[in-house]
């Protein structure tokens, strides 16, 4: 079978430039690999089928420019970034918070839907959160439920 010459084609953010050493995969099969450029600069080498079939598209920035963040993940990420809220005065009634609160109206915000639990039930809501920490704010457990009652 005569290999397949991709020099000079794109795959999405990927130049294809040479054909690198196969390698063996855990099956023993021979996988082919190549050498790209990506458009942030970098080197890589990847499988051919892989990227042929688009499940490779860059060398990792496109994913690293543009990650998922999950409502729970954007709460850990204000977490991270300014600490428990308990250790902030609550912005509505200055008593001790007790979570991070969602400020509203972030031009990045994003939408979707999240399970939420209630006197032992499960549901799932419509909520709404921001990839920025920036966009939180500390608020007691009676202040921040009033605060989205007002965003809904």
């Known amino acids: ?38 458009d942030c600069g970098s080197a890589v080498e990847r499988s051919l089928s892989n990227v042929r ?6 060398c990792g920035c496109a994913r690293r420019a543009h ?3 999950t409502y729970i993940g954007a709460h850990a990420r204000v977490r991270r970034a300014r ?13 001790r918070a007790d979570e991070w609160s969602y400020d509203g109206g972030s031009p990045v915000e994003i939408r979707g839907l999240v ?7 499960t549901y799932v809501r419509s909520m709404a959160w921001s990839p920025d920490p ?19």
């Open 67 to 69: 990650p998922i963040i």
């Open 115 to 121: 399970p939420t639990s209630k006197g032992g039930k």
């Open 1 to 38: 079978m005569r290999a397949l010459d991709v020099t000079g084609q794109r795959f999405g953010h990927l130049v294809a430039l040479e054909a690198a050493a196969p390698r063996i995969l855990p099956s023993g099969q021979p996988e082919t690999r190549w050498r790209f450029r990506c």
């Open 53 to 58: 079939a688009g499940r490779t598209r860059s």
């Open 134 to 152: 920036a966009d939180y704010s500390p608020r007691c457990r009676a202040d921040h439920r009033e605060h989205d009652g007002r965003a809904a």
């Open 83 to 95: 600490g428990s809220a308990r250790n902030h005065l609550c912005v509505d009634c200055g008593e």
